[in-house]
C-alpha cells in the first residue's frame, strides 16, 4: 500500500464511523418518535411491543442514556397500565430513577396500583407494607403531600384502621379541587363501614329470639324480617290450634310444633349470618368505590 493511501485510512475510518453514528442515532430518533406516536393514538399494545423492540436492539445504548431508558419505563409501564396489565405497570414504574420528569407520577401511581392489586386479591400484608412505605416518602410540593395524606387515608379505610383515617384525613385542607370532592367521599365511606362493623350476629340473634324477624331487619333486610316474623307466626298459630284442638300428644302437634321450631331456630341463626352476609357485602361495595375515589385524583394531579 502506498504511504498516500495510508495516510488517508484514519481519515476514512472517522469518517464511516461518523456517518453510521448519524444514521444510527437518526434511526434511534425515529423509532422514538414512532413509539410517542403510538401513545398519543392509544395504540398500547403497538406501543409496548415496540419499546420492547427498541430496547433489545438497543440496550447497550441504553445502559449510557439513563433519561431515554427511564422515558421508555415510564411510556411501558403507562402503556402497560392502559392494558390493565398492572404487575407489569408497577415493574416499569419502579425501575425509573428519582431524577426523571416523570418520577412523581410514577411513584403515586405505583402506590395506587399496589393498593388496588392488594385489595382485590385480599392480600393484608401487600397493602399495609404498601401503605408503610408511602408513609416513608417525602414529598415537597403541598399538593403532592395531600395526595400522599388523601391516599394514606384511603388505604387505613381499606384495612379497616380507623384511627390511622382519621389521622391522615385531618391532613385534609380541601384547598385542592383536584381532590376534595373525594376526599368528602372518604368521610362518608368511614361513617358507612363503621356503621357496618358495628352491627353485633349475637345482638341480632337475640333480637330474633324475642321478636322473630327482628334481627335481619337490624341488619338491615327489611324484607327477609318480615318474612321470618310471618312464617314464624304462621307456624307458630298452627302449632297453638293443634295444641288446643288435638292436645300435645298427638301427631299433628308433634308435625307441627317440629316445624315451628325449625322455623324459629332458622330465624335466630339466619339472623346472625344476615349481619355478616350484609357486612361482607358493604365491605365490598365501599371497598369499591374507596379504590375508584383514589385514582380520580391521580388523574388531574398528573395531566
Known amino acids: 500500500m502506498s504511504p498516500s493511501r495510508t495516510a488517508h485510512l484514519p481519515l476514512f475510518v472517522f469518517l464511516l464511523m ?12 425515529g423509532e422514538i418518535r414512532f413509539i410517542r406516536h ?7 399494545g403497538d406501543a409496548l411491543f415496540a419499546i420492547e423492540k427498541f430496547e433489545n436492539e438497543h440496550h447497550q445504548h441504553l445502559e449510557r442514556e439513563t433519561q431515554l431508558r427511564d422515558s421508555l419505563h415510564f411510556w411501558a409501564g403507562w402503556s402497560a397500565y392502559n392494558r390493565m396489565m398492572l404487575p407489569d405497570a408497577i415493574g416499569r414504574f419502579q425501575k425509573i430513577s428519582e431524577t426523571h420528569p416523570g418520577y412523581l407520577q410514577a411513584a403515586f401511581y405505583t402506590f395506587y396500583l399496589r393498593t388496588y392489586e392488594a385489595s382485590v386479591h385480599g392480600d393484608q400484608k401487600e397493602l399495609l407494607a404498601s401503605k408503610e412505605e408511602l408513609k416513608l ?16 387515608a384511603g388505604m387505613n379505610l381499606l384495612l379497616r384502621d380507623f384511627d390511622g383515617f382519621e389521622y391522615h384525613s385531618g391532613a385534609f385542607t380541601g384547598n385542592f379541587f383536584a381532590m376534595a370532592h373525594e376526599q ?3 368521610g362518608d365511606y368511614a361513617r ?9 350476629p349475637f345482638a341480632a340473634a337475640l333480637m330474633s329470639a324475642a321478636i322473630p324477624g327482628s334481627g335481619k331487619i337490624y341488619a338491615g333486610r327489611h324484607g ?10 304462621v307456624f307458630g298459630g298452627i302449632f297453638a290450634e293443634s295444641l ?6 298427638h301427631p299433628r302437634t308433634w308435625a307441627t310444633g317440629s316445624a315451628f321450631g325449625l322455623f324459629y331456630v332458622s330465624n335466630i341463626w339466619g339472623s346472625a349470618i344476615a349481619v355478616r352476609i350484609t357486612q361482607e357485602e358493604i365491605y365490598e361495595e365501599v371497598d369499591q368505590r374507596i379504590l375508584f ?6 388523574r388531574s394531579v398528573f395531566r
Open 192 to 200: 358507612e363501614l363503621k356503621k357496618a362493623d358495628g352491627k353485633s
Open 293 to 298: 375515589d383514589l385514582h380520580i385524583p391521580l
Open 137 to 152: 416518602t417525602g414529598f415537597s410540593r403541598e399538593i403532592h403531600s395531600e395526595l400522599q395524606s388523601f391516599q394514606l
Open 38 to 44: 403510538l401513545m398519543e393514538q392509544q395504540f398500547w
Open 184 to 186: 368528602d367521599h372518604l
Open 224 to 233: 327477609a324480617g318480615i318474612s321470618s316474623f310471618l312464617q314464624v307466626a
Open 244 to 249: 288446643i284442638r288435638a292436645g300435645p300428644g
Open 18 to 29: 461518523f456517518f453510521s453514528s448519524g444514521l444510527l442515532e437518526a434511526s434511534e430518533r
